[in-house]
Every structure is written in C-alpha cells, then in structure tokens.
C-alpha cells in the first residue's frame, strides 16, 4: 500500500481554512481505501469518508474529534490492522449537529 500523505499532513489539511485543502484530505483517504479492501478497517473507512466533510469549525470540539478519527483511521491503515479506532459519541453516530460543508 503507497502512502499518498502522511498522518500529520491530514491533520493539517483537514484543519485547514481553505475547503479546497479540506477536499483533497478526504480524498486522500479515498485512495487509501482503493490499496486497503483487505485491511479490516475498510468498511468503517468508506462508511467515514461517505459521510462527508462536516461543518467546518476548527475550534469545536466536536470538529476536532472527526479530525481525530479521520487521523486514526489513516494511522490504522498503515500499522497494526488489530489497533482498535475511536468511536464517535453516541450523538454524532446518530447524525447529530451533521451540517455538511462543500
């Protein structure tokens, strides 16, 4: 599996104040997901990543948390596939506070 990014050049581009930066965060972790279908994390990834970007806002706790999920999926690609990954709370599982941002 090539690594596209890195863990902390995610970070920085999903934190980033240009949406533009945002877009190619996620679509690096789509292409992970395209040399990683063996890896047991795939489903969870495409699942993530599907759900799309959330409203932006870097100083939310909760836009933090997604940034801090989007990171340990990428790291599970690329070290122990047994790692377990964070779980969203319960409320933003339901869809909660979901504002999309393009």
Not at 7 to 33: D, F, N, S
Request: charged share 30%; hydrophobic share 40%; aromatic share 6%.
């Amino acid at each position: 599996m090539g690594q596209k990014t890195t863990a902390q050049a995610l970070r920085e581009q999903l934190m980033a104040p240009r949406a533009i930066e945002r877009v190619h965060a996620m679509h690096a972790l789509e292409l992970e997901l395209e040399d990683a279908r063996a890896n047991p994390v795939a489903d969870e990834l495409e699942a993530f990543t599907a759900r799309g970007i959330p409203y932006y806002a870097p100083e939310d706790p909760d836009y933090r948390e997604w940034v801090a999920k989007a990171v340990a999926y990428w790291e599970k690609l690329h070290t122990d596939p047994h790692a377990p990954v964070p779980r969203m709370r319960a409320a933003k599982a339901r869809g909660s506070r979901t504002k999309h941002h393009a």
